[in-house]
C-alpha cells in the first residue's frame, strides 16, 4: 500500500512535470496539444517520428522547442537531392600530421536531429540516415560509432506529390513510430501568431526544463509501464483488423505492433499511470497506423482506421 | 464457388436410372468444360418431352405412380439447369422428398437402412453445399458432423413417430393399388405355377405359437384358397360361401392358437392351419375353411388363429356339391380312367382307392422335381401318369384329386404352404414353402353331419423329405443363378430382424398408438389434439434450445465489467450515451463529463479507481472494491441530481 502510494508520488510529479514541458511548447506552437503530446510520448518510447506537411505550418518550430524544452543537442539537417551519405553521416579524412585517417562525425551525432525535408534526398542517402537512426550506431571504415544514449530524429517530408521527391519506401517508413501531420492552426490561434507578445516570445529560446539524464530515466520508466492481458488482447486484436481488412494493401507488421505498445505505455506514462488503459492503444492507434497503412489505391486509410476503432467492443 | 460444390450434388441417391445417367453425365461434362447455361427454350423442350413420355409410359390419372415418377424425372432434369446457391439447394431438398416417396411402396427394413443412408447423403450434400468448397466432401470432419445433425433428428423422428397422428389405413391404400405387387398363392393352380412360388425365398408370413408350442413339420399344413374346378390344366375356386360352414372336428386332436404376422400380397387371402376353429376378426371363413380377408393385404396383418391339428374334418355335403367335387370330363385322360376301373374292381372302397393311387405314385418310378418336363397334350393327368412322371406338388395333388374324381369319391386341391423355418421365436414361412394337396370326401353314414374330408398328400409318399423337414431340404441344386445355400441362411436370418422391426416399427398402427396414449394418460386422441400436443412439444423442444444455447453463446462478464455496465445503466436515458457504450469507459467518460460538467468530479473519481482496479490490480482488494463501490455511489447521487435538475 505504502509502496503503491510512494509509486503514484512518483508517477504525479512526473506527469506535472510532462505536462509543464507540453504547455510550453504549447505556448510556441498553438493549437496543437494532440500533436506535441505524440511526438513527446515517442521521444520518450524512444521511437523516430514523420511529419508529413506543407512547408511553414511550424514543423521546424515544433522540432526547435522539444529540444529547447528537454535540454538536448540539437542538430538540423536540410537534405536536398544532391546530398551524400557522408553528408550525414561524417567522413573519414587524412590527417597529414598523424599520417593516419581520422574520423570527423557527421551531423547525425547529436541528441535530437531535424532531418527536414527528407524525402528530397536520394534514396541511397536516405537509407544512409535510416540504418543509422535504427541502430542508433555508425559504421564506417570497419569502426562503429555509437549514437548518443539519447537519439531522436524528427523527419519532415513533403507531401508526396510535391516535384522532386523520392518517395520513402514502405520498409523504411516502418522505422518511424508514428507520423503525424500538424494542419493549419485554427483562426483564434492563428490570430495569435501575428500578435506582438507571440512575435516577441519567438525570438527567445525555451527554458530547458528536463535533461538528457531525466529523459533517459523516463525512457526506463515507460518500458516498465504495465500491460493487462485484456489490454493487450485489444492491441492483438486492432493489428488483426489492419490485416484483415479488406481494402487495406498490407496490415501492420509485428514491428508496428511492438511499436503500437510502446507508443501506449508512453501515453500512459504521460498521463501519469504505470499501467495502461485501452484508451492509451487507441490515441496511439491513428500516429502508429498512418504512414503504414495504404489503402489499395494509394491513400492514407485514414477513414479505416477510424472503422476500425469503432468496431472495437470494450465493454 | 457454387460450382464447385455442385459435382457433389450428383452422388445423391436416386432411383430413376435411365434419364439420370445421361442427365449427369451432361452436368459432368457440363462442369468440367464449363459450358454456357444451356437455353431455357432447350430445357423446357426437354422437361416437356420428359412428361410425354412418362404420360406415354404410365398413362394419364393422378396415380401414386405417375406421380413419383414426375417429382423424380424432375428432380433429375433440374440438375441441367443448376449453376446457382440455390438451384444446388433445391436440388438436395428435392432429394428428401424422392427418398421419401419410395415408403409410399413399402416400409421394408432393408429399404429403410438404405434410406437412412440416403438421407445421411443428402444431408452430408446440403452441409457441403453450405461450406462452398469442393474437398469438403470427403473431409472426415465433416462426415461426422453430418452424421450429428442426423442423430439430432433422431429424438424428432421417434417423437413424430409414436405422437403423428395416424390414419386407419394409408392413404395410398386405395383399393386399385397394391404394395409390391401381387404375390404368393394366387387362388388358381396350373403345372408351374406353385414352382414359380418355390423359386421365391421372400417371407409370406410368421407365426408366434403360443405357449412356444410349435407342431411337427409334417402338420403344418397352412391352408389358403381350396380350388374345385378343373378345365383340364388349370384349378380355380368356386364360390361355396353362401353355403353355411358346418363342421364338427376330431375329438382327439390337439388344439393350438397362434399368431401369424402376414406379408402384404395384394390379395384377400389368410392362411391357417388345418383345420381353422374360428374366423379371426376382419376375416371370414368360407365353408372349404380358408380364411378370406375383408380387404386387400396392403400393409402387413396380424391376426390371431386357433386351429385343430387334425387331418380330417367333420362336414355335411349338399348333393349339388357333391355333384361339382365329382366332376371331370369323360372325354379326357381316358387312360387313367381305365387305371381307376382296374383298382374299382378289386377294391373299390375309398381307403382302398387312396391307397391304390398313393401305392401308385410311390412304385411307378415318380420323381419330385422342381424342373419338370412341360405338359403340353390335351390329357394332361394321363401324359404324367404314364409319361413324364416327373412333377411338383402341383401335379401330384392335381392329378390325384382327378383320379379320385374318376373313382367317385368327391376331392378338391387345397393350396397354401406347408412347413416353415423355426426362425429363433418364431416359425418363417416363405414363399417357397407353397404347397398343395389333396382332400378327399369320405362318407360316413353314422355320423351326424354324414362324412368327412380326409387330407391326402400325395406329395409326401414321392418325397417324404419336403414333408417332414421342409422345403428347403430338397434343393438339390442352385434354383437360380443367385440361390446359395449361405444366402438362404443370411436372409432367414436376416427375416428376424425384419420380424422385430415390423413388431415394433412397422405395425405400429392407430390402436397401438392409442394404447401408448392411454398408459400415458391423454385421453383426447383426435387428430386435431394430437396435431396441437405435437405443434406444442415441438415448440418447447424449440425453445429449450434456443434458451440453452442463448444461455452458452451469452457474454460472459466479470465483476469489473459488471461494474462497467453499472455505469453506463445510469445513463440509460441518454440514448447518444447509452449507445456509445461498446467503445469503453474512456471514450463514453469524456462525453458525458462534457455534456453535463457538474458530473465532472465524481465520474474522474470513479475513472481512477475503475480503471485502476482493471487494468492493474487483477485481484483488487476488499479496500479497492469498497473504494470503487463509495464513488459508484457518490456518482449515482450526482446523476440523480443532475436527473432532478432537468425535471425541472
New interface residues.
Partial sequence: MKKNQQASMKTSRHKQQISDIVDCVGERILDKETAIRQVIAALLAGGHVLLEDRPGLGKTTLAASIAQVFGLDYNRIQLTSDMMPSDVLGVSIYNTETQQFSYHKGPIFTQFLLADELNRATPKTQSALLEAMAESQVSMDGKTYPMEDVFFVMATQNPIDDSGTYALPHSQLDRFLISLSLGYPNEASERQIYSAAYLKSMKQSLPALSNAEQLLIWQQAVTEV???D??LDYLQWLVTQSRKHPHIQQGLSPRAGLGLFRMAQSLAFMDG???????DV?KGFYPVCRHRLLTDDGRLADEYIEDML?S???? | MVVAVLPQVYRLPLWFVPMMTVVVAYRFYVQVNHIKKAYNLVLIMVAVAALLLIVYSQGFGLSREISVTILITMTVLKLLETYKMRDALLVVMLCYFVAMTRFLYSQDLVLVAYLLLSAWVTTHALAVVNYQHGDAWFESGHIKSSVGWLLLALPFAVLFFLAFPRLGSPIWGSPDIFGEGKTGISGEMSPGSIIELFMDDSPAFRVTFEDGEQPDNNQLYWRGPVLTEFDGRTWSQFDFNRQRRVVAFDQQAKQISYQIEMEPNGRRFMFGLDYIVQSPTGASLSSASSLTSMTVINQLKHYQVKSVLSDRLYQNMSSYQRNRLLDFSDNQNVQTQLLISQWQAIDSSPYGIINKALAWFQTEGFLYSYSPPPLDSDDVIDEFIYDSKRGFCEHFASSFVVMMRMAGLPARVVTGYQGGVDNGDYLLVKQSDAHAWAEVYIDEPDHELGGYWQRVDPTSVVSPERLFQGSGNIIEQRRTIMDFPWLRQARENMDKYRFRWNKWVRDFNVSKQQALFDAIGIKHREGKDLAIMLLTILGLTGVVIFSWLWWRLR?R?TDI?QW??RFMRLFKKDPEIFQM???????VAPKIMTRYPSLSEPIEQFKQSY??I???N?HPTAADQRRLQHYFQALKKAVNNVDKASSK
Fill in positions: 504495465h500491460a493487462a485484456e489490454v499511470r504505470d499501467f495502461i488503459t485501452p484508451d487507441t469503432d472495437a467492443n470494450l465493454v | 457474454p462478464y465489467q462497467y455496465l457504450r461498446h467503445l469503453g469507459f474512456e471514450a480503471l485502476r482493471r487494468y492493474r487483477e
